[in-house]
């Protein structure tokens, strides 16, 4: 059934080293996107893509990069320039103008 | 610049009775809006939406009340339930054209149903 997949689901790191989180969807939605959930702060846009080889920054884009080569799939790298990289990230992706975002059930980041 | 808030960090309801989660805007462009609820290490999973056009929404036990000109959404849960019990987010984005690509959210209310 068509939904979204974020590997891993835990993923742990050493300060420095840069790391790429997996995002997959099999729903054919043009506009994938990743948020980052921190306690207190809600959830905050990094970057988003309305189309293939084309993205854009979020609220707080500094220290990630991403990809989008195929409609299916974005993913995230947070590097070694983002100082606060622990944190529970989402992936989500949207279809029609009004339509809402579906999520993925995100991948937990914890950086030491 | 916080445009979408939420000012109750938490809330206890006792099951069966009304849960009222409220959330405020800023943003007068903002012309769709979206109820998500969100259990521990999962997605957020969405509940209902509203357009500006309408000041009500109803989808089974979830209410969405939209007050423009007070720039501020209610969320009303009748019953509320145990499973209920979860984190609400607000979330809301202006019209195509203006960044409709990008929804703004709030920071969430801990909804915890007693039984």
């Known amino acids: 059934d068509g939904g979204i997949t974020q590997s891993p689901k835990y993923l742990f790191r050493k300060e420095g080293q840069n790391v790429t989180l997996s995002c997959e969807q099999n729903?054919?939605?043009?506009?994938m996107y990743w948020y980052r959930q921190d306690p207190g702060q809600g959830l905050r846009l990094i970057y988003y893509?309305?189309?293939?080889?084309?993205?854009q920054k979020g609220d707080i884009a500094e220290g990630y990069s991403v990809s989008r080569e195929k409609k299916e799939s974005f993913p995230l790298t947070v590097t070694s320039a983002q100082k606060n990289p622990t944190a529970f990230y989402l992936c989500?992706?949207?279809?029609?103008?009004?339509?809402?975002?579906?999520f993925g059930n995100g991948t937990r980041l914890t950086v030491t | 610049d916080q445009q979408v808030k939420q000012n109750s960090p938490s809330l206890s309801v006792q099951e069966g009775r009304i849960s009222i989660l409220n959330c405020d805007y800023t943003?007068?462009?903002?012309?769709?809006f979206l109820w998500y609820k969100k259990y521990p290490a999962e997605g957020p999973t969405f509940l209902i939406s509203?357009?500006?056009?309408?000041d009500k929404n109803e989808d089974g036990r979830f209410t969405v009340f939209l007050n423009k000109s007070a720039k501020h959404l209610s969320l009303h849960i009748v019953p509320s339930q145990p499973g209920d019990s979860a984190v609400y987010f607000c979330?809301?984005?202006?019209?195509?054209?203006?960044?409709?690509?990008?929804?703004?959210f709030g920071t969430g209310t801990r909804l915890t149903i007693i039984p």
């Open positions: 943003n007068s462009m903002f012309d769709y």
């Open positions: 979330a809301a984005s202006p019209p195509r054209g203006f960044g409709n690509e990008k929804l703004t």
């Open positions: 989500a992706s949207k279809g029609q103008h009004n339509s809402p975002l579906h």
């Open positions: 509203i357009s500006s056009i309408k």
């Open positions: 893509s309305q189309i293939v080889n084309d993205f």
């Open positions: 729903l054919n939605h043009d506009a």
